[in-house]
Protein backbone atom coordinates (compact mmCIF):
# COMPACT_ATOMS: atom_id res chain seq x y z
CA UNK A 1 0.00 0.00 0.00
CA UNK A 2 2.77 2.61 0.98
CA UNK A 3 4.42 1.89 -2.87
CA UNK A 4 1.06 3.52 -4.28
CA UNK A 5 1.53 6.68 -2.27
CA UNK A 6 4.26 9.01 -3.50
CA UNK A 7 7.32 10.31 -1.16
CA UNK A 8 5.51 13.74 -0.04
CA UNK A 9 2.15 12.03 1.07
CA UNK A 10 3.75 8.88 2.98
CA UNK A 11 5.20 11.18 5.57
CA UNK A 12 1.71 12.16 7.04
CA UNK A 13 0.77 8.42 7.62
CA UNK A 14 1.59 9.07 11.18
CA UNK A 15 -1.65 11.14 11.55
CA UNK A 16 -3.81 8.56 10.14
CA UNK A 17 -5.62 7.85 13.84
CA UNK A 18 -6.68 11.58 13.70
CA UNK A 19 -10.45 11.24 12.52
CA UNK A 20 -11.15 11.88 8.65
CA UNK A 21 -7.40 12.30 8.08
CA UNK A 22 -7.31 9.33 5.77
CA UNK A 23 -9.94 10.48 3.50
CA UNK A 24 -8.43 13.51 2.93
CA UNK A 25 -5.23 12.00 2.27
CA UNK A 26 -6.67 10.24 -0.49
CA UNK A 27 -8.43 13.12 -1.82
CA UNK A 28 -5.81 15.31 -2.33
CA UNK A 29 -3.82 12.43 -3.89
CA UNK A 30 -7.18 11.83 -6.59
CA UNK A 31 -7.21 15.66 -6.78
CA UNK A 32 -3.31 15.70 -7.90
CA UNK A 33 -4.11 12.68 -10.59
CA UNK A 34 -6.70 14.16 -12.35
CA UNK A 35 -5.65 15.69 -15.70
CA UNK A 36 -5.55 18.97 -16.56
CA UNK A 37 -7.13 20.72 -19.62
CA UNK A 38 -4.90 20.88 -22.30
CA UNK A 39 -4.20 23.79 -24.12
CA UNK A 40 -4.45 23.38 -28.13
CA UNK A 41 -2.23 24.80 -30.76
CA UNK A 42 -3.77 27.31 -33.81
CA UNK A 43 -2.54 24.24 -36.00
CA UNK A 44 -4.33 21.89 -33.84
CA UNK A 45 -7.55 23.83 -34.04
CA UNK A 46 -7.11 24.33 -37.57
CA UNK A 47 -6.82 20.39 -38.38
CA UNK A 48 -9.89 19.55 -36.08
CA UNK A 49 -12.20 22.64 -37.79
CA UNK A 50 -11.12 20.55 -41.19
CA UNK A 51 -12.13 17.14 -39.89
CA UNK A 52 -15.59 18.38 -38.53
CA UNK A 53 -16.80 20.03 -42.17
CA UNK A 54 -15.26 17.11 -43.70
CA UNK A 55 -17.12 14.68 -41.42
CA UNK A 56 -20.27 17.00 -42.13
CA UNK A 57 -20.04 17.33 -45.67
CA UNK A 58 -19.46 13.45 -45.90
CA UNK A 59 -21.32 12.10 -43.17
CA UNK A 60 -18.71 9.92 -41.60
CA UNK A 61 -18.69 8.71 -38.27
CA UNK A 62 -15.95 10.81 -36.23
CA UNK A 63 -14.07 9.66 -32.53
CA UNK A 64 -12.87 12.28 -30.66
CA UNK A 65 -11.42 12.90 -26.89
CA UNK A 66 -13.38 15.59 -24.68
CA UNK A 67 -12.59 17.53 -21.69
CA UNK A 68 -15.59 17.15 -19.21
CA UNK A 69 -15.68 17.36 -15.67
CA UNK A 70 -11.83 17.22 -14.39
CA UNK A 71 -11.46 13.78 -16.93
CA UNK A 72 -10.71 12.99 -20.39
CA UNK A 73 -13.74 10.77 -22.20
CA UNK A 74 -13.90 9.30 -25.39
CA UNK A 75 -16.77 9.54 -27.83
CA UNK A 76 -17.62 8.13 -31.00
CA UNK A 77 -20.61 8.60 -33.29
CA UNK A 78 -21.94 11.01 -35.85
CA UNK A 79 -22.11 14.93 -36.12
CA UNK A 80 -25.57 15.43 -35.98
CA UNK A 81 -25.51 19.84 -35.86
CA UNK A 82 -22.82 22.25 -35.79
CA UNK A 83 -23.50 25.30 -33.74
CA UNK A 84 -21.65 28.16 -34.51
CA UNK A 85 -23.37 30.58 -32.09
CA UNK A 86 -23.05 28.56 -29.01
CA UNK A 87 -20.19 27.26 -29.73
CA UNK A 88 -21.28 23.53 -29.43
CA UNK A 89 -20.75 20.15 -31.23
CA UNK A 90 -24.16 17.77 -31.34
CA UNK A 91 -22.76 14.22 -31.86
CA UNK A 92 -25.42 11.24 -31.26
CA UNK A 93 -27.74 12.82 -28.78
CA UNK A 94 -25.35 14.91 -26.66
CA UNK A 95 -23.94 18.71 -27.08
CA UNK A 96 -20.04 18.87 -26.59
CA UNK A 97 -18.78 22.31 -26.42
CA UNK A 98 -16.06 23.19 -29.25
CA UNK A 99 -13.69 24.43 -26.44
CA UNK A 100 -14.04 20.90 -24.47
CA UNK A 101 -12.44 18.64 -27.19
CA UNK A 102 -9.22 17.78 -27.59
CA UNK A 103 -8.76 15.80 -30.44
CA UNK A 104 -11.12 14.44 -33.58
CA UNK A 105 -10.52 12.12 -35.91
CA UNK A 106 -12.68 10.57 -39.22
CA UNK A 107 -13.68 6.77 -39.18
CA UNK A 108 -10.31 4.87 -40.37
CA UNK A 109 -12.41 3.25 -43.42
CA UNK A 110 -13.02 7.42 -44.46
CA UNK A 111 -9.29 8.34 -44.01
CA UNK A 112 -8.20 6.46 -46.85
CA UNK A 113 -10.01 8.03 -49.38
CA UNK A 114 -9.60 11.61 -48.14
CA UNK A 115 -6.93 12.19 -50.52
CA UNK A 116 -8.59 11.26 -52.96
CA UNK A 117 -11.38 13.78 -52.22
CA UNK A 118 -9.35 16.93 -52.80
Not at 1 to 16: A, E
Not at 21 to 34: D, G, H, I, S, T
Request: no cysteine.
Amino acid sequence: MLKDLDRGLIKWLPFDALTGFKQAVYELKNKRLKPSKPILSEDQLAIMDYQISTALKFQKSISLYVYKNESIIYVTGLIKKLDLVKRQLHVDNYWYPLDSILSLEISSEFAAYEDMIY
